[in-house]
């Protein structure tokens, strides 16, 4: 047999992906055993690959985005009545408007965002990743004492939890950018 590149030479080894006659020269030019044209076929594949699971990576990054701005959008949702609210009441109720005051609007705010933190370190009747779990067949003094514990976390974890939300938009928004560079540089290469 005759080497593929080399019609003058003999074949000494033959390529392990596509079985065709390589010259000893062409033998020792990759490893494991190929010829030209499965080396780059090889490598194409490779980064084909790669260039997929960054764009997959990237997707997963920009669902985590999404998710991570619906649920902020959620809580400044449902915190913007308990603001307008409390804006009302020290307006109408002739509290008048003090600095003081002024810092429940935050507070009130931020209240849903953690509630729902409460929410899921808190559950009734499950187990599994949670700080407190309460047995669904108690009475219902444990319903009431829920509600007062979820009430009293929100109260304290609002404002931290809200901060924490935004924080994890624009870490999620920056690893979504870090994504696409990614994949841009690989999809050039």
Known sequence: MKCFNHEDREAAATCQRCGKGLCRECASKYTPCLCDDCFEAIQNENHARKVAELEQRKQSRLDKLS???WDLMLNCLLGA??????????IVESYGISL???LVIPWMFCLPAGWRTMSKLIRLGESGNTIIFIDTDSAFYMFVANLLVRCAGAFFLGIPSFLFQIYKMTRAKKAVEVATQEALSAAQR
């Open 100 to 102: 003081e005051n002024i």
């Open 81 to 90: 009545p308990f603001a307008i609210y409390t804006i009302y009441t020290l």
């Open 67 to 69: 998710f991570t701005r």
